[in-house]
């Protein structure tokens, strides 16, 4: 597919991902399965949507860059033990949100961080969120930037993936 810039970018599939998907052992393969998908938001009744990019997987408790590491448990990380499939968004250095996939079995704490978006849909209401023309190669690339774009934050931390019409 040739956005109206002049990109080009693959789409995967314009199905929602069921739940056998998220429960899926290979949190590794599971964000390099991600790489491709839209990520769409429905925020205020506004759809934006970007390809995902960029992925970082966290192999929970034996994973040393995972907040779960070392089987550590607290309010925030509780959403990483939950069932695959619901987002875990942290709030991170107090300023930005950051969008995690939450994938396994419930009580295993894996998730992938989406760390760049291609922005395909919403373009305008993107614009508005960060006040100013969006630069297709930056604005996309970081995951604080992808929530920004997509209106995401961590008050939505839980969102049922399966299910939810916001995300």
């Known amino acids: 597919m040739e956005h109206s810039n002049g990109l080009k ?5 314009r199905e929602r991902v069921g739940e056998l998907f998220y429960l899926q052992p290979d949190v590794l393969g599971i964000a390099k399965q991600l790489i491709g998908m839209k990520l ?3 925020i205020d009744n ?5 390809v995902i990019t960029e992925t970082e997987a966290y192999a ?5 860059a995972s907040h ?19 987002a ?11 969008f995690n996939v939450v994938t396994n079995e419930l009580g295993v ?25 969006l630069d297709y190669k930056k604005d996309g690339s970081g995951p604080g930037k992808v929530t920004k774009l997509l ?15 916001l995300i």
């Open 9 to 13: 970018f693959e789409v995967k599939s």
């Open 40 to 42: 769409v938001s429905y």
């Open 88 to 98: 875990y968004i942290y709030l991170c250095y107090g300023v930005h949100s950051l």
């Open 109 to 133: 704490p894996h998730a992938v961080l989406i760390r760049g978006i291609f922005p395909v849909d919403g373009i305008g209401i993107m614009k508005q969120r960060i006040g100013r023309e």
């Open 151 to 165: 209106g995401l934050d961590y008050r939505m931390d839980g969102t049922d993936l399966l299910k939810s019409e």
């Open 60 to 64: 929970g408790e034996t994973d040393r």
């Open 46 to 50: 506004q759809r934006t949507a970007g």
């Open 68 to 86: 779960s590491f070392g089987g550590r448990r607290t309010r925030r990380t509780e959403t990483m033990y939950g069932k695959g499939g619901s």
